[in-house]
T-cell receptor, first 113, second 114 residues
Framework: DVKVTQSSRYLVKRTGEKVFLECVQD?????MFWYRQDPGLGLRLIYF???????EKGDIPEGYSVSREKKERFSLILESASTNQTSMYLC????????????FGSGTRLTVV | AQSVTQPDIHITVSEGASLELRCNYS??????LFWYVQSPGQGLQLLLK??????LVQGIKGFEAEFKRSQSSFNLRKASVHWSDAAEYFC????????????FGTGTRLTIIP
């Protein structure tokens, strides 16, 4: 069964820490995405990538960076975590081509204290 | 810019009743439209998608959706809901081919009562 795997389901970090959220897909997809999900706001795009070593800013990139050194792995980095980054983070991948839609990971619920 | 509106934040229906979840979109060209479902604590699962052709599309779990260009709508329906359908539902729109960036609505939470 094809899948997108996020390394942690729950994380608790302290303010100011550097945080890494990892996402791995086994479908050989070109496109990968990071969203955050907050009640009443739906899903908001943070960063995305269409190829290795390529990244594009989404709608809310401030306070985040990403890394894509290999096709299957897309990492989200919080350089200095803040309490307003407490959220559910969802990784997704897609194959490109004629709009197959996303495959999502199970999400990482991050709490910054 | 593309956008999606799901006007209903929360809907409650009885088990066995029919269901319709509303979705309105704004997009400058022919849209690619999707419905996703999210069970508590989980990621999102694709229910169905529309690209072109027949405006009534069938999805998994007995769901269907109808694309109405004149109303800029893509409403999700199910004839008879089951308790397991309780979840949050997201509509999304995107440009489709060559650029997969999707814009999501804020979601509709569905509660099923016995």
């Amino acid at each position: 069964d094809v899948k997108v795997t996020q390394s942690s389901r729950y994380l608790v970090k302290r303010t100011g820490e550097k945080v890494f959220l990892e996402c791995v897909q086994d479908m050989d997809h070109e496109n990968m995405f990071w969203y955050r999900q907050d009640p009443g706001l739906g899903l908001r795009l943070i960063y995305f990538s269409y190829d290795v070593k390529m990244k594009e800013k989404g709608d809310i990139p401030e306070g985040y960076s990403v890394s894509r050194e290999k096709k299957e792995r897309f990492s989200l980095i919080l350089e200095s975590a803040s309490t307003n980054q407490t959220s559910m983070y969802l990784c997704a991948s897609s194959s490109g081509g004629q709009g197959g839609g996303y495959t999502f990971g199970s999400g990482t619920r991050l709490t910054v204290v | 810019a593309q956008s999606v509106t799901q006007p209903d934040i929360h809907i409650t229906v009885s088990e066995g009743a029919s269901l319709e979840l509303r979705c309105n979109y704004s997009y400058g060209a022919t849209p690619y439209l999707f419905w996703y479902v999210q069970s508590p604590g989980q990621g999102l699962q694709l229910l169905l998608k529309y690209f072109s052709g027949d405006t009534l599309v069938q999805g998994i779990k007995g769901f269907e959706a109808e694309f109405k260009r004149s109303q800029s709508s893509f409403n999700l329906r199910k004839a008879s809901v089951h308790w397991s359908d309780a979840a949050e539902y997201f509509c999304a729109v995107g440009p489709g081919f060559g650029n997969e960036k999707l814009t999501f609505g804020t979601g509709t939470r569905l509660t099923i009562i016995p």
